[in-house]
Every structure is written in C-alpha cells, then in structure tokens.
C-alpha cells in the first residue's frame, strides 16, 4: 500500500517530489496527486494517530472505496499463459477483459487495478519456503560472475582467469578453484578436484544450467538432459545431477550466497596482486579459502570448516577407487577400410558397421566405440606422429584376416618354392620401400598371378620380367602375363632355361650394339 502518512510528512517538511518518489518507492506523478488531493481537502500534517494510511486512502480517492468483490476478476492462470506469447501486453489483455464484462453484464477493474491484482497474484506464485537440508546430501555448483586476472610476464598482456565454486548446503563448507576457460575440461576437472578436497561425494549435485552441464538441443525448461560426459561424471561418483532452471538463483540459493562471499573475501582480497600464473593464482586462492572456511559465523556458533569436519564429512560417500578420467565425445563414420579417424590416428571397428554412425569415447588413453548405446570396440589410444592404425584382427573380413597373417619372411619362403627368378622379385619388391608392409598388397597380387595362372608361367614370366628392369614391379608383371605368347611361356619353361643365369642388372646390351668387339664371343 501507498506510504500516505510519510508522503505528507515529507510533503511538510518541503522535501521535492522526486526525492519523496524514490523514497517512499512510488511514482513522482503518485506524490504530485497526494499533494493537489491533500490541499483540495485541507488535509495537513501532523495528522491524528488514528488516520492510517487505509483511512488516508479513504480520504483521497473516494471511489477507492468501492468493493472490488462486486467487480468481476480477472482469470489470472489464463493472464499468465497468455503473457507468455510474444506481442501479447497487460493493456490488450485489460481490452479483451472489458469486452468480455460488457458482453456478460458484469462490473470491470479499471486498469491501474487490473496490473494490481495481476502483480498481487504473481507475488503469490512466488512464494519461497525454506527447505531444511541434511549433512552430506547437497553441493552446489558454480562459475562466480567476476574473472581474477593472470599476468603475462613478458608482454603484460592481462588474461582472464574463470572461478569454479562448489558449496556444501548444510555447512556452506565452499571450494574455490580459478581456470583459463569454462569449457567441458574446466568444468569436470574441477568437480574432480572438488570431490577430493571435500574428501567425499554427496548424493545430489545442484549444477548451474551451463552449456558444459546440459545438453541445451536436447533440453528444455522442465527436463533439462545431462551433457553426456557430464552424466558419465555422476555415474562414476554415484551422484545425482538436478540443474538449475534457467535464470531461477532460488534452485540454488546456498552457492549464488557464496559467490557473493567468495567475490568479497577472495576474488576482491586479492585484486592488488599480481600474479603471473594459473598455478600461482589458485596457491593464493587456496590460503584465501583456508580462510574464508574457518571464518565463524556472526548468527550462529562454529564456522564452515568446523560444521564440516563434525557433522557433514562423517556422511560423505567416500571416493571412488580411482579418479574418473575426462572424457571427451564425438560422432564418426566407419570408413570403408572399417576404420574410424580420431585426431589423425585410425581405429578399427567390426567391418560390418561400414558407413554407419557410431559414438565415440576419447580419453587420455583409451578410444571405445559405440553404437547404439553398445560398445563394439575398444583401443589404447596412439600417440606420435599421425597416421597410425590400431587394428583387431577379428574386426577384418575373412579374406583380409588371411592377408593379414603373411609377413615378409613366409612371402620369401613361397616365392623360394615357385623358383630363383619369383624369389629374387618378392625380395626387390619387399626392399623397394621405406618399410617392408607397404610391399605387402603388391606381394598377395603376385600371389593371386600364381593361383590364376601357374606356378611355371610365374616363374617364366619374372625371368622375363628380369632382363627389363632389376626390380619388377606388380603392375609390370601382370601386363607380361597379358602380352606374352603361349611359345614365349614354352621357351622359358625349358630345362634349359630354368638353369640360365639371371641377370642381376636386368637387361643389358653387349659392345656390339655400340661398334664395339664383344669378348664374350
């Protein structure tokens, strides 16, 4: 209700009428009315005991003692639905209201009315109620609304530094740590520490509605769905994750109250110190917080370090075994070589998910594959220079298994067995390259000539192919089995040339090509 009482002290006292608006929290045209109203009815302070600011009302605006339970009210649920549509104002609603009375004969709320009982009404809906909390359950957690700052040494550059905050509810027991970003790494990375700095984990994880918490595409405003390495975080710390709503500070009222702590007795204590690295920050965070936890309370006994370590520590659920390792998510197709890429290396998966979509969890050290919620495949994760392959045998066609079980040693010993000239392409074309394996597909190709073909007609075939070039390649030994003539294949397949010798050089013309005298005449 308006303050009539103090307006007209005011009023007395010669105070103007902007500083009576803002001091008595109404509008300058609200004061301008209580003084034209006042002077008309010779109405001066002081007033009487018994004039309260209802009986003021009274005095003021006569018509204002009408009974608004004779007017007919507003449908304040449809008001609110309706005031969520873009375009949609109080003033159209307040129209489309009188209509409607016109139309059923009732008696309506002029406007100034209408706003009000609309306000009263969402005041209501508004209502908060204190929820106790019980040790050990709740944390709450946060990036706070400032930056700390980081030095650059050599160049003086100044570069933001992000403060993570996490708070027990029933202690306010509160962790504080400063990172570079607030990307996916920071945000988990700093739960991790979390944990371990509190020395437990508490049932329900209170998380601010960030990108890095909820996976906004598939959320809304009732159900907000967990960022997937988020979620795979709680799994592994056995919590539970409720976010925040959007722009709702009551879902976390213990954390947004420690941020404002932390931002005066931390973040502000250090703001005359520079420091010149992410590491040199956080050590002086860490005093600050040692601090700021055993600071007592001013209306209660004890102090958050104190209240911690008696009551709530107890009923932590304790650690884990092993700290969970960040992971980090991405969707790949499976190749036609039944591999999928990941930051250049290549990984195998079974080849019958060729062309489908899969999942994929990356960590420091492991790749694991997924498709559709079920892991098919699992890799140490490669390191060194790109291009790498990991590959499981059993993930390979049958065909390519067979392939994969000949090295360079059992090409050798077959080519041996087909004869000196099939021996002495395998081992040039095996030492033609920088490594033996990429020899490999060119050797199971001279293979294939063999199945198709003969043994015989190979063997004549690379003696040919001997007195053309020292080392033969794939390519030009089936264009001879094309080219050659069934009496050529019959020439080099006689006893007597089985035991010529092979020319090392490939081919080579005598001096008398030249004008010269041929000794080996």
């Known amino acids: 209700m308006t303050k009539y009482r103090e307006i007209l002290r005011l009023l007395s006292l010669g105070i103007s009428e902007r500083k009576i608006a803002e001091s008595c929290d109404v509008s300058r045209n609200t004061v301008s009315r209580i003084r034209k109203r006042s002077d008309a009815i010779s109405l001066k302070w002081p007033l009487e005991a018994s004039l309260t600011d209802k009986v003021l009302e009274t005095m003021l605006y006569p018509k204002g003692t009408v009974d608004t339970s004779e007017k007919r009210m507003p449908d304040f649920e449809y008001i609110r639905r309706e005031l969520l549509k873009n375009g949609v104002t109080k003033k159209l609603l307040w129209t489309e209201y009188l209509e409607d009375c016109r139309r059923s004969g009732d008696n309506p709320l002029m406007y100034s009315q209408f706003c009000f009982h609309i306000q009263q009404n969402e005041q209501k809906r508004r209502a908060t109620m204190h929820i106790p909390r019980k040790p050990g359950e709740q944390i709450e957690v946060d990036w706070a609304g400032d930056p700390a700052h980081i030095v650059d040494p050599d ?109 005066t007795w931390i973040t502000a204590a250090l703001r005359n110190e520079q420091f010149f690295s992410l590491s040199e920050l956080n050590l002086a965070i860490r005093e600050k917080l040692r601090n700021f936890n055993a600071k007592p309370f001013q209306k209660k006994e004890g102090s958050r370090s104190s209240i911690f370590l008696g009551e709530e520590k107890p009923l932590l659920t304790p650690l884990p075994a092993t700290r969970y390792e960040l992971s980090n998510w991405k969707k790949a197709t499976v190749q036609f070589n039944y591999h999928i890429a990941v930051d250049k290396m290549y990984y195998s998966v079974p080849y019958q998910y060729i062309k489908d979509e899969v999942d994929v969890r990356m960590t ?158």
């Not at 209170?206 to 975080?233: F, G």
Request: one cysteine or more; glycine letters at 6%.
């Open 155 to 263: 160049t003086g550059e100044i570069t933001d530094a992000w403060i993570f905050v996490g708070v027990l509810t029933y202690s306010q027991y509160a962790y504080v740590e400063a990172f570079i970003n607030e990307r996916t790494q920071a945000w988990i990375t700093a739960h991790i520490h979390m944990y371990e700095f509190f020395g437990g984990v508490s049932r329900i994880l209170i998380s601010d509605n960030c990108a890095t918490a909820v996976d906004r595409k598939q959320s809304d405003w009732y159900t907000p769905k967990l960022n997937q390495t988020y979620h795979e975080m709680a799994e592994h710390y056995n919590t539970a994750v409720i976010p925040a709503r959007v722009r709702r500070p009551r879902d976390k009222p213990v954390t947004e109250g420690s941020v404002g702590n932390i931002s």
């Open 364 to 521: 420091d050290h492991v790749i694991e594959v997924f498709y559709k919620h079920e892991r098919i495949a699992s890799h140490k994760r490669l390191q060194g220079r790109p291009g790498q392959y990991s590959t499981v045998k059993e993930h390979m066609p049958a065909d390519h298994q067979k392939y994969l079980e000949w090295d360079g040693d059992r090409f050798r010993r077959w080519a041996k067995e087909i004869g000196p000239n099939a021996s002495i392409v395998i081992d040039r074309m095996l030492t033609s390259g920088r490594i033996e394996q990429q020899s490999y597909r060119a050797c199971m190709g001279i293979m294939k000539l063999a199945e198709k073909h003969s043994r015989a007609k190979l063997e004549a075939v690379c003696s040919k192919a001997l007195t053309y070039s020292s080392a033969p390649s794939y390519k030009s030994i089936k264009n001879l089995f094309a080219t050659m003539k069934p009496e050529e294949f019959a020439a080099l397949t006689s006893p007597a040339m089985a035991n010529a010798r092979v020319n090392p050089h490939g081919l080579t013309r005598g001096a008398r090509y030249y004008g010269g005298v041929d000794h080996a005449e």
